[in-house]
């Protein structure tokens, strides 16, 4: 599903990514665990290419990342963050539509998918004209992440999604990914520098110190 092939990145004169080959196989929960600085999030982002690499390929469902328009790219893949990055000013509907109205969804399809991810991360019908904040974190990360999800893609992209929140609500956000990836089957890769994430989370493990898949 996607394949690094020596690649490396370079930010100055610090070395981000040194020669990294790795694959992610399709349907797997793939976690990037390792301490600040050690590259994870890079090397997330050279998946959709918020990030560059300069040596080395990169390829998703065969072919080369570069080959594809970025914004073609980038449809293809969910991406969740720490901060969130919801619309202040639009409500958690409006928020989770956001990629299909890009691609031009009708607007019944899309009540209908806003519907469908609310019911699937255990979010209120209530809570569907509120913005995000009148809600709790937790309630912000699951629209983050309904949001990711809205467009069906191929691949979910996560970097450090549940890092700002308490322990509680951040465990029942880990079952609730588990749960999720188990139902619907698609291919997740997920940064953290929480050992206990990851061997809660990934499917597989690589002898790597610094990568479990």
Not at 41 to 68: C, P, Q, W
Not at 73 to 95: C, D, E, K
Not at 168 to 192: D, F, K, N, Y
Request: charged share 20%; aromatic share 6%.
């Amino acid at each position: 599903m996607i394949e690094f092939n020596h690649v490396s990145k370079t930010f100055g004169d610090q070395q981000a990514v040194s020669d990294l080959n790795l694959h992610f196989s399709e349907g797997s929960f793939s976690v990037l665990i390792g301490t600040s600085g050690s590259g994870k999030s890079t090397t997330l982002k050279m998946i959709n290419r918020l990030v560059e690499h300069d040596s080395g390929t990169i390829r998703f469902a065969g072919e080369e990342i570069r080959s594809l328009p970025v914004l073609e790219l980038r449809r293809r893949m969910g991406y969740a963050i720490q901060s969130i990055g919801l619309f202040p000013h639009w409500t958690v509907a409006q928020n989770i539509a956001t990629v299909p109205q890009l691609q031009k969804w009708s607007r019944a399809r899309i009540n209908d998918r806003i519907d469908e991810l609310m019911a699937l991360l255990g979010l209120e019908s209530a809570l569907r004209d509120r913005y995000p904040h009148q809600l709790s974190g937790g309630q912000q990360q699951r629209v983050g992440v309904a949001r990711a999800l809205a467009a069906d893609p191929q691949v979910l992209l996560m970097d450090e999604p549940f890092g700002a929140l308490d322990p509680v609500t951040r465990g029942a956000l880990q079952q609730e990914m588990t749960r999720i990836h188990q139902l619907l089957g698609r291919t997740i890769v997920l940064v953290t520098h929480d050992i206990d994430e990851a061997l809660r989370l990934a499917t597989r493990r690589y002898a790597s110190p610094t990568i479990w898949c």
